[in-house]
């Protein structure tokens, strides 16, 4: 009895600790989602508490209704059903023997519909922005992971820096800016991805650590809604950049998730993906192929969410909804779309359509083939019995054909014969169609490359069928041969650039002449409906020559490319356009003189490595 009050009295000493009714007080870390509004079709919503020595606990929300909690083992989860009903800055406490907790929960009024939510069409002209590397709109979010000359730190572009450029943006015709990935990642250097052998970070913004907050190093919540509203007032809207297949290496989740199935897998024992993305298509997978490609971790140590825990799919589905209903963004663009399960893209587009119903989601699959790709479009259900509910995809499969045709110089013939596969897709008109993109080495630094092809394979993803993506900087040939140096930061956008290529002064006379052929092709765009919407016909295809045309009512744009090196004259027929016989056809490019409808035929002599762009005259707007 003596030597245990002694031992007692030691462990005392040595670890003096606060009085035990506050250690074991609840404490409240963060709330998800901190805010949700009246009249939306998702009622209640399902607040997910972080803290400790929750266990036990009550739960209340001023002057809201809320359901029984559910509460993990460790006491450091509470899952609670909020029912939404009247607006205003609401408190949650939480309640235990102990003591008390409390968080804010705001109850916003009933969203402006007509503030946002837009969806997009073939109508825009997308633009991709990676928001490290565009502009530096204000140096004092650059702190310790910012290092310039470090190409996995942050260089300090920001949300800042988009809103200083719209104008730029809208100069050059884009309607719709997709930006990367604006989620709080670590604040940390990560020591697990390890880049050339040294530490890198999240300038990317794909390894999530807070799915509702903002990277600090871009600006806040409140910034991101000045700039979609800005972008708003100038005709522009915001698609963002979302992921869901996994978190960042150093989300808290990681340590102690929420659930015990909250990931495929824990730290220590998980699949690593295999990516045999094939066997997603396959009615006959072998399993466990199938198991490693959908639940395997990225590169063997990025957490793969699993969407089957039905706490784990409703946390995404109302984040989804919550970025979208708080901010008023027009589009989103999924990551890593095909290691997802189908049965939850299947809830999670039906949710975000019943709540705003023009909305348009772009998913990644990145595959060269269509047959593959074409299997992930909604529309239709696959032999698993579900319709995903996927809009559109980024068309990779055309990706490559126009990178060998306009870059390389190979044979342009490869472009219709990759159309020709469209009707394995159920809406191809959606499809975003690309001539360059963060993930792969720029177009100009591909082996051939000159500013002649860019030229073409920027008219022909503005003229083709699709939702047309431009990726920043292409506009004036920047250059980056692999995924880290494709991620360039833009001339001009950071302090101490030596020259400003957002300006017309600060471009060089090739980058301006680039700058204004793509500026006129949007303008075509714009004004040529047949090009936006417009049936997709092909009148001619040799190795090396490739005329359609776009077809809406009476109207007709007829497009014609010569990939040779060489002055190439050659005829087609056009009688099916109903364009009748004497009609002559203006080249809105300049390129070529007038040519005239002959016998139903059109006969263009064009010269080596060029587009023209015709339309009959007499219907000049
Ligand atoms: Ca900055
Ligand atoms: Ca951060
Ligand atoms: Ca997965």
Redesign the pocket.
């Known amino acids: 009895m003596k030597t245990y009050l002694f031992l007692l009295i030691c462990v005392i000493c040595v670890h003096p600790r606060p009085t035990s009714v506050a250690a074991q007080a609840p404490e409240i870390v963060k709330v998800d989602p901190p805010s949700w509004w009246v009249k939306s079709s998702l009622n209640p919503v399902r607040v997910l508490i972080r803290g400790r020595n929750l266990a036990g606990a009550r739960v209340q929300v001023s002057g809201q209704r809320v359901g029984v909690p559910k509460i993990n083992e460790s006491g450091t989860y509470i899952f609670v059903d909020v029912f939404v009903a009247s607006p205003g800055h609401k408190t949650i406490t939480v309640t235990t023997s102990k003591g008390t907790a409390s968080a804010a929960f705001d109850v916003l009024g009933p969203l402006n519909r007509a503030a946002g939510f837009q969806g997009f069409s073939p109508a825009d002209v997308m633009y991709l922005i990676m928001i490290d590397r565009f502009a530096d709109g204000d140096p004092s979010n650059n702190d310790g992971l910012y290092d310039r000359k470090n190409k996995f730190y942050y260089h300090g572009g920001d949300l800042q820096g988009v809103i200083d450029h719209l104008p730029y943006l809208k100069e050059l015709g884009v309607t719709a800016i997709w930006l990367t990935p604006w989620y709080d990642n670590y604040d940390r250097p990560n020591e697990i991805e390890l880049k050339e052998d040294k530490p890198s970070t999240g300038f990317h913004g794909y390894n999530p650590q807070d799915f509702y907050r903002v990277e600090e190093h871009f600006g806040t919540t409140a910034k991101l809604r000045e700039l979609v509203a800005a972008a708003h007032r100038a005709g522009i809207k915001i698609i963002q950049d979302e992921v869901v297949?996994?978190t960042g290496p150093y989300h808290p989740w990681v340590d102690d998730p929420p659930t015990p199935t909250w990931f495929?897998g824990t730290k220590a024992h998980h699949l690593k993906n295999s990516f045999q993305t094939w066997v997603l298509h396959d009615p006959r997978a072998v399993e466990s192929l199938k198991h490693e490609t959908?639940?395997?971790w990225f590169l063997d140590f990025l957490p793969?969410?699993n969407?089957n825990d039905p706490e784990v799919a409703r946390y995404l589905i109302q984040n989804t909804l919550w970025w979208i209903g708080t901010t008023g963004l027009d589009g989103i663009r999924m990551d890593?779309w095909q290691?997802?399960p189908n049965s939850f893209w299947r809830d999670w587009t039906s949710a975000v359509k019943r709540e705003f119903p023009n909305f348009r989601v772009v998913g990644e699959v990145k595959d060269g083939d269509v047959v593959h790709t074409s299997f992930f479009q909604g529309g239709r259900m696959r032999f698993d019995g579900i319709d995903s509910g996927l809009d559109s995809l980024l068309d990779f499969p055309l990706f490559y054909p126009i990178r060998h045709a306009f870059a390389e110089g190979k044979p342009i013939d490869e472009i219709p014969k990759t159309l020709a596969k469209d009707y394995l897709y159920t809406n191809p008109a959606i499809l975003v169609t690309l001539l360059g993109g963060h993930d792969d080495g720029r177009f100009m630094s591909e082996k051939g490359a000159t500013i002649a092809g860019l030229k073409l394979a920027n008219a022909f993803v503005l003229t083709t069928r699709g939702v047309p993506q431009l990726y920043y900087g292409d506009e004036i040939a920047m250059q980056g041969e692999d995924e880290p140096t494709t991620r360039g930061d833009f001339p001009g956008g950071f302090p101490g650039d030596q020259r400003n290529a957002f300006t017309a002064a600060g471009r060089t006379r090739e980058q301006q002449e680039l700058f204004d052929y793509i500026r006129r092709l949007t303008t075509l765009r714009r004004d040529l409906e047949p090009l936006q919407s417009g049936a997709l016909v092909n009148l001619y295809v040799a190795e090396q020559q490739y005329a359609y045309a776009r077809t809406l009512r009476n109207d007709a744009v007829v497009v014609v490319f010569n990939n040779a090196n060489k002055a190439v004259e050659f005829e087609f027929n056009v009688a099916l356009l109903g364009l009748r016989n004497g009609a002559v056809m203006h080249d809105r490019l300049g390129i070529i003189r007038d040519v005239t409808v002959r016998d139903g035929k059109l006969r263009v002599n064009l010269p080596q490595r060029s587009v023209a762009i015709l339309r009959e005259q007499v219907t000049y707007e």
Do not use: A, S
Request: hydrophobic share 25%; aromatic share 8%; net charge negative.
């Open positions: 297949n996994h495929n959908m639940e395997g793969d969410l969407q890593t290691y997802v």
